[in-house]
Every structure is written in structure tokens, then in C-alpha cells.
């Protein structure tokens, strides 16, 4: 399987000569798997002046940055939508799939790190916020009778559990390594499993849908929510049961404890060992 990679293109908080804003595009591998070194992750950053923002543009950066890594990724993640029509067109123009997600946590840090360190040395910095446009999201939705798990359960695993992921049999899945978000080996990370017969086919339809993250959510009556793709989201299940509603609310605390880390699993049923489908997670701030 190739690479994957995330792209940012957008203003910073930078002016030129012009005192117009200074754009950038911002490229770099996903880990994709527990013991991929960070240091090792494939990074391209090009400044841009506002005059030259196109699709044209950003496909001779996008195919420098090939020219430079060696090879082509097999898809780009972007979470910014305003841009999607540039930075779709563009990917189409060099043959990569463009995939509006979340799950862009090198890009999202390296972004920050960019914005504490590296723009305010630029000549031209405009010190304060570079706000995104906000979109509103659409509401929750629910899942296919047939992707529905049988049964499923909150569980949780230590940090240095995940030492042994690379010797898991999984079906369809995704990690990290997490050092990127700074755990202790004793840190407890929570989890969901999901039990089906139908297993494989709820992880491979999973597996397509740019999981971002998971979230129990109180604003609306107890709902375990699966958030996916830019603004997607699923409801997995509607909490009622006092047991399970405390669980629900342990599972957002071990999270917040886990800086956002946590994980979901498709199993066939609670006594076999393989994963049909396990993706290892991190809800973030996006920059």
C-alpha cells in the first residue's frame, strides 16, 4: 500500500511588499501505522503570493512535492472545505484522489508549530489569529440497517499496550505512533468494540469513510457519535441505560485524560482475538 498524504493550502498571518496576505501550501505523509517514526514522514512547504492562487499553481507544487518524495501518494487528506474545489482540481490534474477529512494530526501539528515559530520570524507578520472560514456542519446521521453491530461494548487499554498493534491480525485499520501525542506508556486509552457476524463488511465500509473521531454527546440525549470525513458524522447508538450513560461519560473523561486518543474495533464477537476493522484515533483542535 502507498503512502497517504495531508495538504493545507491557505493564507498566513503574513504580508507582503503589496501588504497582501502571504498563502502557503503545506504538505506531509500521515503516519498511517504504530511504529512509523515521525521524524521520518515526508514534509514539503511552498509560500505563494496571493496573486498566484490557483489550481494551477498548487498542482506544480503538488507535483514538485512528488518529484521531491520519489513517488506519488495513493490519496491527499484536506480538512479546509472552502478550498475543496482548488484542492481537488488540482490533485485531479496530477491523478491523486483528494479526501476531505480530519484525521490530518501531523498536518494539524505541524501548522501549530508553524504559526509559534516559524511565521512570526517572517518579515511582514501580522501577530494575533489567521481565522478559517466556519461552516456549519450537518446533523448526525444514521447508520444503514446493515452496518448496524449486533452488540458493543467501552473498553480501554494502556499506552504501552499498543507496542504489539504491529502483531495484531487486522482486517481494515489505521494508527499512529503516539509519541505525537505525547502518552505515557501508563496512560489508560478507551475505546468502543463493535460485535457483528457482519463484521468485515461494517470495517471495510468503515474503512472508506475518513474516520476522524469518536464523541459521546450530552447535547443530544445521549448519543454515541462517529465523526468522519470534513463534517460527517453517525450515530452509533442512543444511550438511555443509567450503566451504560456513566460509561459513556468515563470513556469522554479517559479521552480528554488520553489527549484525545482513543480507539474503535470491529470484531465478529467478544471471544475472538482478530479485528476485522481497529482504527486508532485522536480528536483535535484543528488549527
Known amino acids: 500500500?502507498?503512502?497517504?498524504?495531508?495538504?493545507?493550502?491557505?493564507?498566513?498571518?503574513?504580508?507582503?511588499?503589496?501588504?497582501?496576505?502571504?498563502?502557503?501550501?503545506?504538505?506531509?505523509?500521515?503516519?498511517?501505522?504504530?511504529?512509523?517514526?515521525?521524524?521520518?514522514?515526508?514534509?514539503?512547504?511552498?509560500?505563494?503570493?496571493?496573486?498566484?492562487?490557483?489550481?494551477?499553481?498548487?498542482?506544480?507544487?503538488?507535483?514538485?512535492?512528488?518529484?521531491?518524495?520519489?513517488?506519488?501518494?495513493?490519496?491527499?487528506?484536506?480538512?479546509?472545505?472552502?478550498?475543496?474545489?482548488?484542492?481537488?482540481?488540482?490533485?485531479?490534474?496530477?491523478?491523486?484522489?483528494?479526501?476531505?477529512?480530519?484525521?490530518?494530526?501531523?498536518?494539524?501539528?505541524?501548522?501549530?508549530?508553524?504559526m509559534e515559530e516559524v511565521y512570526p520570524q517572517e518579515e511582514g507578520y501580522q501577530g494575533g489569529t489567521n481565522p478559517s472560514v466556519r461552516l456549519e456542519s450537518p446533523l448526525p446521521q444514521r447508520l444503514p440497517d446493515a452496518l448496524e453491530g449486533k452488540q458493543w461494548a467501552f473498553v480501554s487499554l494502556q499506552a504501552a499496550d499498543f507496542a504489539e498493534m504491529p502483531e495484531w491480525e487486522i482486517g481494515f485499520g489505521e494508527a499512529f505512533p503516539l509519541e505525537l501525542a505525547d502518552l505515557s506508556p501508563e496512560t489508560r486509552i478507551p475505546g468502543v468494540l463493535i460485535f457483528s457476524p457482519r463484521a468485515l463488511p461494517i470495517a471495510g465500509w468503515m474503512s472508506g469513510l475518513e474516520l476522524a473521531f469518536l464523541k459521546f454527546d450530552t447535547k443530544q440525549q445521549g448519543r454515541l457519535v462517529l465523526e468522519t470525513g470534513a463534517t460527517e458524522s453517525w450515530i452509533l447508538a442512543n444511550i438511555k441505560n443509567p450503566q451504560i450513560l456513566a460509561e459513556a461519560e468515563g470513556f469522554e473523561k479517559a479521552k480528554q485524560n488520553a489527549n484525545g486518543v482513543h480507539f474503535i474495533g470491529v470484531q465478529s464477537d467478544p471471544q475472538t482475538e482478530s479485528f476485522a476493522g481497529f482504527w486508532l484515533l485522536q480528536e483535535i483542535n484543528i488549527a
Open 1 to 114: 500500500m502507498g503512502s497517504i498524504w495531508e495538504i493545507d493550502f491557505y493564507s498566513r498571518p503574513i504580508l507582503d511588499a503589496n501588504q497582501k496576505k502571504v498563502w502557503e501550501v503545506l504538505v506531509c505523509e500521515s503516519p498511517g501505522d504504530i511504529s512509523t517514526q515521525p521524524d521520518s514522514l515526508f514534509r514539503y512547504a511552498q509560500y505563494c503570493s496571493s496573486t498566484q492562487v490557483n489550481s494551477g499553481w498548487l498542482r506544480t507544487a503538488l507535483q514538485e512535492a512528488i518529484d521531491k518524495a520519489g513517488e506519488a501518494p495513493i490519496k491527499i487528506r484536506f480538512f479546509r472545505r472552502q478550498m475543496s474545489n482548488m484542492i481537488t482540481k488540482a490533485c485531479q490534474d496530477v491523478g491523486i484522489p483528494a479526501q476531505p477529512s480530519r484525521r490530518i494530526l501531523v498536518l494539524n501539528q505541524w501548522l501549530k508549530q508553524r
